[in-house]
């Protein structure tokens, strides 16, 4: 099974949208692209935050500058490694974790940010 998408699209100030061979599509803005960062400093912060609401964040999660993706490059045929205007690149996103983490909330985002166009 190829689990590669048909299509990417990254706009570095909203999010990304994947079109899947199968007709699906997925859209993931910056902000939960960042947060849900699969790079071992971000999951062990999630963990951190999931034992004590209380952790102090990082200073790049306090900029007061709006985070933007200022690029991507695939990894492979099995990924795609998005680096951020906070400084962080250091994520992998394979296909199979990007589907793990789709949440249909995000599609609403891109819906409503396109109405606008």
Same mark, same amino acid.
């Given at each position: %099974?190829?689990?590669? =998408?048909?299509?990417?699209? @990254? /706009?570095?100030? +909203?999010?990304?949208?994947?079109?899947?061979?199968?007709?699906?599509?997925?859209?993931?803005?910056?902000?939960?692209? +960042?947060? %849900?960062?699969?790079?071992?400093?971000? +999951?062990? @912060? +999630?963990?951190? %935050?999931?034992?004590?609401?209380?952790? /102090? @964040? =990082?200073?790049?999660?306090?900029?007061?500058? =709006?985070? #933007?993706?200022?690029?991507?490059? @695939? /990894?492979?045929?099995?990924?795609?490694?998005?680096?951020?205007?906070? !400084?962080?690149?250091?994520?992998?996103?394979?296909?199979?974790?990007?589907?793990?983490?789709?949440? =249909?909330?995000?599609?609403? #985002?891109?819906?409503?940010? !396109?109405?606008?166009?």
């Amino acid at each position: %099974m190829n689990d590669a =998408p048909a299509h990417l699209d @990254l /706009v570095k100030d +909203r999010g990304l949208t994947i079109k899947w061979t199968d007709g699906s599509e997925c859209f993931f803005s910056i902000g939960y692209l +960042r947060k %849900m960062s699969p790079s071992a400093e971000a +999951r062990e @912060l +999630r963990k951190q %935050m999931s034992e004590n609401p209380l952790t /102090v @964040l =990082p200073a790049s999660f306090n900029s007061n500058q =709006p985070l #933007t993706a200022l690029g991507a490059e @695939l /990894v492979g045929n099995y990924a795609i490694r998005i680096e951020f205007s906070d !400084g962080h690149n250091t994520g992998i996103y394979t296909w199979e974790y990007l589907k793990e983490i789709y949440q =249909p909330a995000e599609t609403k #985002t891109l819906a409503n940010d !396109g109405a606008e166009t």
